[in-house]
Structure formats: C-alpha cells, structure tokens
C-alpha cells in the first residue's frame, strides 16, 4: 500500500490547486487563477514525470511488459498535458468560458485516469514492486 498511498495523495495535491484556480476564475480573478494554476501545472507535470521516470519503468522491468496499463496511462498523460496548455492560454486570455469549457473535459479524463491508477494500477505496483516500494517512494519525493 505504500505505493498507492503516496500516488493516492499526490492525486488529492493536484486536485486542491485546480480547485483554487477554477474558484478564482470563477471570480473573474485570473491573476490569482494563473498563480493557482501554474502550482496545479507544476504538481500534475511532476506526477506525471515520477510515474513515467520511475514507477513505471520499474513496474514494466518486474512484469516485462511495456504494452499494458503504464502505456495507456502514458497516452492519456499526453492528452492531459494538451488540455493543461488550452487551460493555461485560456487564463492569459481570461476567458472564462473556454476556462470552464476545456476544465470540464479535463476533470472527466484526470478523474477515470485517476481512479484507473488509484484502483487498478497503483495497486499491481504494490503487489509486483512490495520488495523494492520503500525505495521507489524515496526516490518519487527526491524527484
């Protein structure tokens, strides 16, 4: 559980700093919103390189596979990261509309995405990666 408890509360961190962000746009306060933002930016572009620099890698060396669940996960990382940059222009824009438009479809993806790691994959890395998880998570807060 280690694993998925640290990745877990990572996934909570971001969803904080959206919410602060999407409650200044909302107030039409977008200098505050793109502070927010960026702080939601950096934590999800973080997470995102933890799982794709470590967790991952060491999950497809213990099961050999490299075409399974970390690749989906991968894939929608990508979409996450083109939705991040029309969210950002948005705020630059101050258009909230276009904000709250591509907001939606990113809380839609960022909440399957999440839920499939929370219940599905962070939980084969607790059972294939028991042995090596104290270590993986150290290395996951140096990152």
């Known amino acids: 559980m280690e694993i998925s408890n640290y990745m877990r509360n990572e996934h909570r961190s971001c969803d904080e700093s959206f919410a602060k962000s999407e409650h200044a746009v909302n107030n039409d306060d977008f200098k505050e919103a793109f502070k ?6 950096i934590e999800t572009l973080n997470h995102f390189a933890k799982e794709e620099e470590i967790l991952f890698p060491a999950f497809e060396e213990a099961t050999g596979s490299t075409e399974g669940p970390t690749m989906v996960m991968c894939h929608e990382h990508n979409q ?3 939705l991040l940059e029309k969210l950002k222009d948005a705020i630059k824009n ?3 509309k276009e904000f709250f438009s591509v907001a939606d479809t990113l809380m839609i993806l960022l909440q399957q995405h999440n839920m499939k790691e929370e219940q599905m994959l962070y939980a084969m890395c607790d059972r294939v990666l028991q042995q090596q998880a104290g270590d993986l998570v150290e290395k996951m807060k140096e990152h």
Not at 36 to 41: G, K, L, S, T, V
Request: cysteine-free.
């Open 94 to 96: 101050e258009d909230k």
């Open 36 to 41: 927010h933002f960026e702080d939601f930016m």
């Open 80 to 82: 996450v990261r083109q």
